[in-house]
């Protein structure tokens, strides 16, 4: 049997241990060598493997404690107390060093005791026991004045002196180890502190900076100061730290200043946009995109800037239109040169929005509803949608109209306006509008490439869905057939009598193009021949489709037999109709010329008009006058002469800017109505607000639904049977299968 070790005995051997230790921590050049902590560690393991009484855990474990208490009392805080600032922060972190290697030490002597004895009793470990003592008797005392020191110290490197950041890194881990796993004591007896502090004192440096700096040197100040205190969390602060940090910094230097700092009229946003400052523009966005809300402000000055200048333009061409009132074509000319504005004012505030403002959706939004308010707006009469129309028009003709651009740039230029289509609410009058201009490109043979016609019809497809874009396609599509069609008449003539004139036929589908005026014309004989060749030839190709032509679009080359020399005209079918009457007749009255065509007195004089009062006189008229009476009588002009070999005889423009509204608002009351129907269908009962907000909501992808029209649509659906009304609550709805 072992001999008993009493607690006298034992625990001297201990003490004998413990003060080595203890003269180690004070520096002296000692170690324990293997013997030695084998013996330490024996001594208590006998201590406590001994039967009762004789088992000496709990004195051990009360002894343990008591000798760190006394190191704690007797050696580190008369050590701590005679030091003061830099000097204090370093016994600080020196004696806590020490005391986690105390315990450190102390816990392997005790490990058996520390296995069984505290396990077994649910006693804190013996390693708590110790960190604990440290905290209650060391930390308690000094960590409020080491707190001192170290804002003292931040404070200097704030004002730029150098000071021991790994001296400041080792007392914040004085502070989170005391903490004991959590960060309680670090939170409340340190970071609070230098919370509010780092908030005084910036708070002085934005009241200073705000009075003597511009926007973008306050910006600068202010990055940089964010930019050091992050730096200041790697170096010695809990990284836990930083967002607090950072809350408290934005705050004092950005958040309380807002509004005198970004609106500031010499040099606040305004101002940086107005001078494409683009680097500080990006600045204020790195700096208020992380603060809550911060960017609105920002964001609602971007909208009020980009919403004047596009005002500005279109007052711009408004005012250019009414100094060229008198001239179409000038007007023309700056509604084109307006659109040109316009796009180059979006590519330049698009750039801001994905360099300056790292394509943040609250920055499209903004770009998006100033465009809206801007590209909605009418140009002297003449709504967005159609002067849109016609610059596509300009774009996509033979030459590029007046502008002279190479396919790269024009599929560069059609993918522009497509996106500034996006912005106008009347899509489907621009639809009605390209369709009408894109018909007479397609028909007169003005358009410049099939590839663009088929390119920007790709490009409203993926905006707009397929519906938006099928009678477009079907025209391209109807242009190709035609020439096929064409094709094949010329070898049909062939073999049978030839006709002695060129004769082409552009076969169309009803339902793709626009509806076009058709009347009774009693056409020359010459074209008679023409058109029942034609029939014939089409009717061995197709059994079960009807033609109907349509005279108004067909174009002519006649030659004028003049007594200077002959001349080629291109007419119309209507003007060389007219013309042709003159073959059989030097002289013809208004009442033989009408009576001879079976035309209506509005077209009739719309023709007589061309041919006789404006550039080319073809017909001399009497009397002279610039309008044509149901009396007038005509003569051909044999002495007409010009310049050219080959002239192009305009008729007077028509406005089909009424009926292209008329037609598109017919069309909207039956999307209108097809809509309420949908929606009733598929909910069955409705109130009255929301069925208008739904309906507004479907077709607000095509057009701007006006409410009065909406409740105008409801009550014709109610008449017709379609809803009624319920009984007891009149404003819902219900729907009638």
């Not at 001078?275 to 000055?301: C, E, F, S, T, W």
Request: hydrophobic content about 35%; some cysteine; overall charge neutral.
């Amino acid at each position: 049997m072992m001999p008993v070790i009493e607690l006298e005995h034992g625990w001297s051997l201990m003490e004998t241990g413990i003060l080595k230790l203890k003269r180690i921590l004070e520096g002296c050049p000692e170690n324990f060598s293997g013997e030695e902590y084998i013996a330490l560690y024996s001594a208590v393991y006998n201590m406590c493997v001994q039967k009762i009484p004789k088992d000496f855990s709990k004195q051990l474990y009360d002894n343990y404690a008591d000798v760190i208490n006394a190191y704690n009392k007797e050696t580190v805080l008369p050590y701590i107390r005679t030091k003061h600032g830099e000097y204090m922060l370093r016994e600080f972190v020196l004696r806590w060093n020490n005391h986690k290697v105390l315990v450190r030490w102390l816990s392997r002597f005790f490990y058996y005791l520390d296995r069984y004895f505290t396990a077994r009793n649910n006693l804190p470990s013996l390693n708590l026991v110790g960190l604990t003592s440290f905290r209650d008797l060391v930390y308690q005392e000094g960590q409020s004045i080491a707190k001192d020191a170290v804002l003292a110290l931040i404070h200097k490197e704030r004002e730029g002196e150098q000071i021991d950041r790994a001296l400041l890194k080792n007392v914040v881990e004085v502070y989170v180890g005391n903490g004991l796993g959590e960060m309680e004591k670090y939170e409340d007896d340190f970071e609070s502190f230098m919370l509010h502090d780092t908030a005084s004192y910036y708070s002085c440096k934005a009241s200073s900076w705000i009075e003597e700096a511009s926007c973008p040197d306050y910006m600068l100040k202010s990055e940089e100061c964010l930019k050091k205190e992050k730096e200041r969390v790697s170096h010695y602060l809990h990284s836990s730290t930083e967002p607090k940090l950072i809350e408290k910094v934005q705050h004092e230097l950005l958040v309380v200043v807002t509004k005198r700092l970004i609106e500031n009229e010499h040099s606040g946003c305004r101002a940086l946009l107005r001078d494409n400052k683009m680097d500080d523009l990006a600045r204020m966005y790195r700096l208020y995109h992380l603060i809550p809300q911060g960017l609105d402000p920002v964001v609602d000055l971007f909208k009020q800037h980009v919403t004047a200048e596009g005002n500005a333009l279109i007052k711009q061409a408004a005012d250019a239109v009414t100094d060229q009132a008198e001239s179409a074509s000038g007007v023309q000319v700056q509604d084109q040169v307006l659109i040109r504005k316009i796009i180059e004012l979006h590519d330049k505030y698009m750039v801001y929005v994905d360099e300056c403002f790292q394509k943040h959706t609250l920055f499209h939004k903004a770009l998006k509803e100033a465009f809206e308010v801007f590209c909605n707006k009418t140009v002297a009469g003449v709504s967005s949608a159609e002067i849109l129309a016609t610059y596509c028009d300009n774009v996509l003709k033979k030459g590029g109209g007046t502008e002279k651009l190479s396919d790269e740039a024009i599929e560069e230029t059609l993918e522009k306006v497509v996106k500034l289509l996006f912005y106008i609410s009347d899509k489907d009058l621009f639809a009605e509008f390209y369709r009408k201009k894109q018909a007479k490109r397609l028909l007169f043979d003005r358009s410049g490439s099939d590839d663009h016609e088929r390119s920007i019809l790709t490009k409203l497809k993926e905006l707009l869905g397929g519906q938006f874009t099928s009678k477009m396609e079907g025209m391209v599509t109807d242009m190709t057939l035609a020439k096929d069609t064409q094709i094949g008449f010329v070898g049909y003539q062939s073999d049978k009598t030839k006709l002695g004139i060129d004769f082409t036929v552009t076969v169309l589908t009803t339902g793709f193009w626009p509806s076009y005026k058709t009347s009774d014309l009693n056409l020359p004989s010459e074209m008679v021949n023409c058109i029942e060749a034609f029939k014939a030839y089409y009717a061995t190709n197709t059994k079960h489709r009807r033609l109907s032509w349509i005279f108004s679009l067909g174009t002519c080359h006649i030659l004028g037999r003049f007594d200077k020399r002959p001349l080629e005209l291109i007419v119309t079918t209507y003007q060389a109709a007219v013309l042709l009457l003159f073959n059989n007749a030097d002289r013809l009255s208004y009442t033989e010329i009408l009576e001879q065509l079976n035309l209506s007195h509005e077209d009739l004089a719309r023709l007589l008009h061309s041919l006789s009062c404006l550039k080319y006189k073809i017909l001399i008229k009497e009397p002279m006058s610039r309008s044509i009476s149901k009396t007038d009588t005509f003569e051909f002009n044999s002495n007409f002469t010009d310049k050219m070999r080959r002239i192009r005889v305009p008729l007077p423009p028509m406005d089909e800017r009424k009926k292209v509204v008329e037609d598109v608002d017919k069309d909207r009351r039956y999307a209108i109505d097809a809509a309420l129907v949908r929606i009733m269908k598929s909910r069955k009962v409705l109130g009255h607000q929301q069925l208008v907000s739904e309906c507004v909501e479907h077709l607000s992808k095509m057009f701007k639904p006006d409410i009065k029209m909406i409740k105008k649509r409801i009550e014709d659906l109610i008449t017709r049977d379609y809803l009624e009304r319920d009984s007891e609550n009149p404003n819902t709805f219900k729907y009638l299968a």
